[in-house]
């Protein structure tokens, strides 16, 4: 066991995934609970292979929809007396989420067997050896862990890995959290779960969060808050609107009364590069 940086493994782990899923037209997202230290001691390279395989599982079995990724702590109470975490293990749940074709149940018990898959077909179509996600099992089961499926055919499965890790001496929160009491947020993207993710972070750093999906939403949101006689402090926008791009729609709100200093978040998902005003 080594010390490293939680953030570094799973920034790795996704940009490692994110052309798979921008080849398959699929969104990649990642929930990790700021709460949670990421200063670590473990096997970094065996959990880094673990979130790998789990991930390119997902992303291999879904032909639409989405992957999520989310990293939560069961111990999330055990904190020792003072400021920080105890230097005991906690147990890290990562739980990797997907739209994809489902697992029947008689079929769940033999994934985690070498050379297993949902279905002989699944070879010719998805391919693969059916290696990972038995590599996985074990490197869990050798880090103190282990992996559990959640599934039902045509609705997508879960894998959940919980892993023992320990918190560098002195760990307390995973980062220095922003202070947004009394902000006001608006959230615009056309994923549901992107919002929802987005939301939950603001409203932990102490943010009410408003969350559409496309730019006309937006306007109605703009045109309620300003008869309430509200504004928006904030403004967390997707790059890829619908029925407006984000550098678009944020140009459009700070023209209104009120907005042209409101701060704006862009949130590109997409390798390519977004154009942004110099406004």
């Known amino acids: 066991?080594?010390?490293?940086?939680?953030?570094?493994?799973?920034?790795?782990?996704?940009?490692?995934?994110?052309?798979?899923?921008?080849?398959?037209?699929?969104?990649?997202?990642?929930?990790?609970?700021?709460?949670?230290?990421?200063l670590l001691i473990?096997?970094?390279l065996r959990l880094k292979e673990?979130?790998?395989?789990?991930?390119?599982?997902?992303?291999?079995?879904?032909?639409?929809?989405?992957?999520?990724?989310?990293?939560?702590?069961?111990?999330?109470?055990?904190?020792?007396?003072?400021?920080?975490?105890?230097?005991?293990?906690?147990?890290?749940t990562f739980s990797v989420e997907d739209t994809g074709i489902g697992i029947p149940k008689e079929r769940q018990a033999v994934l985690f067997k070498t050379f297993s898959q949902v279905d002989p077909s699944?070879?010719?179509?998805?391919?693969?050896?059916?290696l990972g996600l038995a590599i996985s099992q074990?490197?869990?089961e050798l880090m103190g862990g282990a992996i559990h499926v959640y599934s039902r055919p045509g609705q997508g499965s879960t894998?959940?890995?919980?892993?023992?890790l320990k918190p560098q001496p002195?760990?307390?929160?995973?980062?220095?959290?922003?202070?947004?009491?009394n902000c006001h947020a608006l959230v615009v993207d056309p994923n549901a779960s992107c919002r929802k993710i987005i939301a939950f972070y603001l409203q932990k750093w102490g943010a009410t969060a408003h969350s559409c999906g496309n730019a006309a939403e937006a306007g109605a949101l703009l045109a309620k808050e300003?008869?309430?006689?509200?504004?928006?402090?904030?403004?967390?926008?997707?790059?890829?609107?619908?029925?407006?791009?984000?550098?678009?729609?944020?140009?459009?709100?700070?023209a209104e009364a009120g907005y042209s200093t409101l701060f704006t978040l862009l949130v590109n998902r997409s390798t390519t590069p977004v154009e942004v005003p110099a406004d």
């Not at 002195?170 to 009491?181: A, D, E, M, N």
């Not at 619908?242 to 459009?252: K, N, V």
């Open 1 to 38: 066991p080594e010390p490293f940086n939680l953030f570094d493994v799973v920034d790795n782990v996704l940009n490692a995934q994110i052309y798979l899923a921008e080849e398959k037209g699929l969104e990649l997202l990642c929930d990790m609970d700021p709460d949670i230290p990421h």
């Open 42 to 44: 473990g096997d970094n």
């Open 50 to 92: 673990i979130l790998v395989n789990l991930v390119n599982n997902a992303l291999k079995y879904t032909d639409r929809g989405e992957v999520i990724l989310r990293i939560r702590l069961i111990d999330a109470g055990r904190r020792s007396p003072g400021f920080g975490f105890s230097g005991e293990p906690l147990t890290y």
């Open 122 to 130: 699944s070879t010719r179509r998805f391919g693969g050896s059916g």
């Open 138 to 140: 074990r490197l869990a």
């Open 159 to 164: 894998f959940c890995a919980t892993i023992p």
């Open 170 to 181: 002195g760990s307390s929160r995973s980062f220095v959290q922003p202070q947004l009491l």
């Open 226 to 254: 300003s008869a309430e006689k509200r504004r928006f402090s904030l403004a967390v926008i997707g790059a890829d609107l619908p029925d407006m791009s984000g550098p678009q729609l944020c140009s459009a709100i700070r």
